[in-house]
């Protein structure tokens, strides 16, 4: 007896996963390298204050820069694409609110939060060759250092409540606002895992599903 299976997932937060161009990828690395060389440009650009995370360095990306880069119509593209693929819709406002930079080193981490506005999203500028791994002998107990960890619901039968992504520079994830997320801290490395996100507001009236 042939018995064609096909899995489907009609519940949750859909997550799109792209590859950010090679060009924007370098510009925005050089960009951060200047912004840590520029003691005053960080000063001025800092955004720890206004996030979550225990991380050495959080900064603002300047919106001309963004615009000149190509990062902003990047963005501007992709959640156009994503939305009208998953709602059959046109977006006719993209307003980023905030773009902004994570250096995260050794021991350092991001608690579960969420983010503001509509859209947001998270990718991978930098990443360490190696993260750590566990001291004990727990072959089923795999070390989550440096991961994205995107967490939805809850844990039961046949439905998983957490999302694990392994860094790779380059990949780019966007989700809706609420979705919650963290970063456990890494060990065993000197080097640096560098992040990008942003937050952005879509039309209200697209957003707003409850209200129609």
Known sequence: MEIKLEQIKPF???????????????????Y????????????????????????KQEFRIEHDFAKKCGWANFLATCVSKWIEMSMKRKITKFQIIQTWVVRQFKNEFNPIHWHGGHISGAGFLKVPNYFGEHTKEKGENIFQGGNLNFIDGSHRFLSNSVFKIKPE???????????????????????????????????????????R
Not at 15 to 21: D, E, G, Q
Not at 37 to 46: G, Q
Not at 189 to 205: C, K, M, P, Q
């Open 169 to 211: 520079v380059g990949d780019f994830y966007f989700f809706p606002h609420y979705l919650m997320h963290t970063v456990y801290p890494f060990k065993d490395t000197d080097e640096e895992r560098r992040s990008i996100s942003f937050n952005a507001y879509v039309d209200d009236d697209i957003y707003n599903v409850w209200g």
């Open 32 to 55: 951060t390298d200047e912004v840590i060389a520029d003691k005053e440009k960080s000063k001025k650009l800092d955004h720890g204050s206004r996030l979550v995370a225990n991380a």
């Open 12 to 30: 949750g937060p859909v997550i799109l996963k792209v590859k950010i161009p090679e060009k924007i990828l370098n510009d925005l690395n050089q």
